[in-house]
Each structure stands twice: as C-alpha cells, then as structure tokens.
C-alpha cells in the first residue's frame, strides 16, 4: 500500500535535489580553480563535434567564482519555487531546459566557449511564469508573481549586452522553458491537477 509523502520527506527531497547540483557545481569550481586546470574547454563550443559534451556539462561549469556566485541563489530560489509543485517536476524541468537549450546553444550560439547554470537558470524562470500564465490555479499565479517580481531584470538577459555573457544560453534556456511550462500546464489542466 503506497503512502502519502510526509512534509519532512518532501522537505529533504527538495534540499538534496538542489543541494547536490549546488555541490556538483562547487567541487568542479574548485577543481577549475587549482594552478594549471581549466575544465571550462568541456563546456559548449557550438557547431564542433567535440562541442556537443558541452550541452550535459556546461550547466555545472563556470568560469570564475562570481560567476558561480551569482548564479547560486536565483538557481536555489527558482528551484525550490519549482519544487512546490514536486521534486520530480524540477528534475524534468531542469533536463529538459539543460538539454534543449544547450542543443540550441550548440546550432545557433557564437563560437565561443559557453559555461555556467544560468542557461538552466532562464528555464527555471520560463517555466515557471509561462506555467503560471497558463495554468491559472492559484498556486502557480501565486508563484509566477513571485518570480515576476523577484527577477523581472531577467528579460534583458536575453538580449545581448555583453560580449563574455552568453545571451545565448539565457534566450535558448527560457525558451526551453517557456515551452515546457506550456505543454506542462496544458497537460495539467486536462487532467485537473
């Protein structure tokens, strides 16, 4: 007979699946960060075969610690966000944004070395405003708001600003999201969740 998760399971299940990528991403700065290593050549060279490893190991990649610092917290935040719904939605919002917005990265991205979660980080922010919009229960209005308010400066990520920046990650990752936060709160709806 399946049981009911507990709030304190749910709570502990929330703070592992962001703890660990928090943890991946820490241990592969460190790394980065010894004399003499630079694993950032693993992250997204667009349009090159030995590029495509990019698209499963830029997100956990960064090319200083501010930028790993800068991108903890709006990743922790959306994430937990994410996870009211359910851990299992954030784990697929976080592939799916990682993977379709890498590949796009990959075929449309200048030739340059693309690294870091905020690719990820604008998917979490599509997702979830573009859920929020369509889906229209109270909960995810609740949350989209939120977002709206917290990180309205995101939009003019999308647009490039700065060369070192990689606007392409930003754009792919929050249109990967859009459209999952689309096709999630339709199928939601349909089926009165």
């Known amino acids: ?11 502990t299940s929330t703070r592992f699946a962001i703890f660990s990528i928090v943890v991946i991403c820490f241990v592969l700065q460190v790394i980065n960060s ?13 349009r090159s075969i030995q590029g495509l490893i990019g698209i499963l190991c830029a997100p956990f990649l960064h090319g200083s610690w501010w930028h790993f610092a800068s991108n903890m917290i709006p990743f922790v935040v959306l994430s937990w966000l994410i996870c009211q719904y359910s851990v299992k939605r954030f784990y697929n919002v976080f592939i799916f944004t990682a ?13 340059n070395i693309h690294v870091g979660l905020s690719g990820v980080i604008y998917g979490l922010w599509g997702f979830i405003l573009c859920y929020g919009l369509v889906r229209r229960s109270l909960k995810s209005i609740i949350i989209a708001v939120v977002v709206a308010i917290l990180y309205s400066g995101f939009i003019w990520g999308v647009l490039p600003q700065r060369y070192h920046v990689s606007f ?3 754009l792919f990752g929050a249109l990967s999201g859009l459209f999952l936060g689309y096709r999630l709160a339709k199928s939601d709806k349909l089926k009165g969740r």
């Open 1 to 11: 007979m399946a049981t009911k998760p507990t709030t304190l399971s749910l709570l």
């Open 34 to 46: 010894l004399p003499g290593i630079n694993i950032n050549g693993l992250g997204i060279y667009p």
């Open 99 to 111: 993977l379709v917005g890498g590949l796009l990265v990959w075929a449309f991205g200048r030739s």
């Open 168 to 170: 392409e990650s930003h």
